[in-house]
C-alpha cells in the first residue's frame, strides 16, 4: 500500500510503506531503481519511533534525499507520527497543513533550503511555535541565524539525534 498525502495508517514498517526502498535494494549497483514513483512521490505520513516516548505528536522529516528520509522513519517508528516531505516548499504546505510539534529539516534542498523553511515557519504566526532542528554536513552552519531551535550534524550520532528529538518533542507546546 503506497501511502498518500495526508493519509494515516495503523502500525506498518515504514520501509514496506515505500515501495521504492525494496527497488533501490534489487536494483544495479550505482543506478537507481526504475520503479514508477519511487522518488518524491509527495509528503507522507509514517508512524514514528517508541523509545523517543512522547504520545502522537507529528514530527516532519525534510530532506531531498530518499535514504535519509527513510532511515530517519525507522529509527523514529513507533509512538508519534511522522511526515515526510522532499524539499522545502513541500514541507511548509505539510507544516501548515498538519501542524508537526518538530521540523527536522535538512539545509540543502531544491526548491527552498532549509534555512529559508525555517523563516517562513517562524515568520508565519500560524506555526511560529513549532520546534525546527536543522539537519547538516556542513560544520560552520550557524542554527540561530535563521532561527532554528537546534543543529544536528549528518553523519548521524544516533544516540544523540534520538535524545535531541525526545528533547525537543517534551518540550514541544
Known amino acids: 500500500m503506497i501511502p498518500s498525502k495526508g493519509q494515516q495508517y495503523e502500525r506498518y514498517h515504514a520501509l ?7 527497488a533501490w535494494a534489487s536494483a544495479e549497483p550505482g543506478k537507481a531503481p526504475t520503479t514508477p514513483g519511487h522518488r518524491n512521490q509527495g509528503p507522507r505520513i509514517l508512524p514514528a519511533y ?3 516516548g512522547i504520545g502522537m505528536k507529528k514530527i516532519l522529516i525534510v530532506d531531498d534525499e530518499e535514504e535519509i528520509v527513510a532511515l530517519l522513519a ?13 524539499d522545502g516548499e513541500q514541507a511548509l504546505e505539510m507544516v501548515r497543513e498538519h501542524q508537526p510539534e518538530l521540523v527536522l529539516t535538512d539545509v540543502m534542498m531544491p526548491r527552498l533550503d532549509g534555512r529559508a523553511l525555517c523563516r517562513l515557519i517562524r515568520s508565519d504566526p500560524a506555526t511560529a511555535r513549532t520546534r ?5 554536513a556542513g560544520r560552520w552552519l550557524d542554527a540561530g541565524e535563521c532561527g532554528a531551535d537546534g543543529l544536528i550534524h549528518k553523519p548521524f550520532d544516533i544516540p544523540l539525534l534520538l535524545q535531541t528529538v525526545s528533547r525537543y518533542l517534551k518540550d514541544a507546546a
Open 16 to 22: 514496506e510503506a515505500m515501495p521504492y526502498d525494496r
Open 50 to 52: 517508541s523509545a523517543v
Open 74 to 86: 525507522m529509527l523514529l517508528d513507533g509512538d508519534a507520527s511522522v511526515l515526510s516531505a522532499y
Open 132 to 136: 525546527v532542528i536543522l539537519m547538516s
